[in-house]
């Protein structure tokens, strides 16, 4: 049979799609602190959500070593202080006002020239009292490290608040110039308590089950890649992210740890969840596959596929067949073959019968799949159309 693969997938034009962009798709949450927000954004789309928090957050009234760092700063105010995150600043500040050491703190702050990564740190410095001295417009740390090493820093102390994850870079960098750093570890982050959730992120992941994971810190990167590493699942992990599922960072500095391990990530150009959530919603769906098939728009989402537009949600046994087929739309695929496509299944061919049945009856129309007898399936794609021509409405 000749090779129909190009007809079936251009001068296809879709039937109007009011289906949620995000329909079909099941999305990885490694985020702690506002999943909540995060999984809304992302439900509201239409995605299945995974939640599987990477990490944990260090009280800060329990912080032994954020209380050290501020006792040493008021005993020996900074020359210099960099707020790198609002949420980081503030939580200090709260932390250090249930210590009593609030007026102390703020006394010794007020002595330095103060430095705001962005916008929401700015605010954060500006509420305790306190006035920045300048911020850059790009919200980046490089921008402020490459300030400070402008100017000079040879022989002057600064603080620096860190959020989550060490600096290594800035801080070094700043003490090779021959400046005092004081590393102010506000939000520090471990590993979750409960390591199940992540444990199925990382299976999903692995077992095609995921279409994209979300990640809002660096450190939420590393902790699944150390999870990854302890289960023996890295090569697995990275082939999927650099093949299969979309990973989505809300930053550069977030997608750092991803980028190093040569695996493609997206992020937006504004640092912020809604930001993010519409790039996924804007590149996910670019991964579908579209095809004409029996006077029909298929497209294969991620767990799902859609038939004239509608939804149709498939079985995991229904999707692994029908991506075999699609990826030779039009030629016989061989039950062997399919066989092996079923995950699970040993040696009974009858399993492919079994799967292919329930497969027909998800998508509802059972004329997309053709069985050529002794030989396997295939899917019943269309000839090729005059440019004028529609798909989708049933001639």
Not at 83 to 110: H, M, P, V
Request: glycine share 8%; hydrophobic share 45%.
């Amino acid at each position: 049979m000749a090779d129909l693969s190009a007809s079936a997938t251009t001068r296809l034009v879709p039937p109007p799609d009011t289906t949620p962009p995000l329909a079909g798709y099941t999305v990885g949450i490694t985020a702690a602190r506002r999943a909540d927000e995060l999984a809304a954004l992302l439900q509201r789309r239409g995605a299945t959500v995974l939640r599987a928090p990477a990490l944990r957050i260090v009280p800060l009234a329990d912080d032994a070593d954020l209380l050290t760092a501020t006792r040493g700063l008021i005993a020996a105010p900074p020359d210099i202080a960099v707020a790198t995150t609002g949420i980081g600043f503030r939580g200090w500040i709260e932390a250090a006002e249930g210590w009593g050491l609030f007026d102390d703190l703020i006394g010794a702050l007020g002595k330095a020239v103060v430095l705001a990564r962005g916008p929401k740190a700015k605010g954060a410095i500006r509420a305790a009292g306190l006035r920045e001295e300048w911020s850059p417009e790009s919200e980046s740390s490089v921008e402020v490290l490459e300030r400070l090493l402008e100017q000079g820093v040879d022989g002057r102390r600064i603080a620096v608040q860190l959020h989550g994850a060490p600096l290594r870079d800035f801080v070094e960098s700043l003490r090779a110039a021959g400046a005092e750093v004081v590393e102010v570890p506000v939000y520090r982050w471990l590993p979750p308590a409960d390591l199940a959730p992540v444990d199925r992120l990382l299976d999903a992941c692995c077992n095609g089950s995921l279409d994209a994971v979300t990640f809002t810190s660096a450190p939420a990167a590393i902790s699944l890649l150390d999870r990854a590493a302890e289960r023996n699942l890295t090569a697995e992990l990275l082939h999927a992210l650099r093949r299969d599922v979309l990973p989505v960072c809300v930053g550069p500095v977030t997608a750092a740890p991803l980028e190093e391990l040569d695996v493609a990530t997206v992020w937006p150009e504004r640092m912020r969840l809604g930001a993010m959530v519409q790039i996924l919603t804007a590149q996910l769906p670019e991964r579908a596959r579209r095809l004409a098939v029996a006077g029909h728009t298929l497209e294969l989402r991620g767990q799902a596929a859609l038939v004239d537009g509608d939804l149709r949600p498939v079985p995991p046994a229904g999707m692994a067949l029908l991506r075999s087929l699609a990826r030779r739309p039009g030629w016989v695929v061989p039950r062997a073959e399919l066989l092996r496509a079923l995950p699970g299944s040993g040696d009974d061919e009858h399993a492919v019968e079994t799967a292919m049945a329930r497969l027909r009856a998800s998508l509802g129309t059972p004329r997309l799949i053709a069985t050529v007898v002794k030989r396997g399936y295939r899917l019943s794609v269309d000839p090729v159309a005059d440019p004028g021509e529609k798909y989708g409405d049933g001639a």
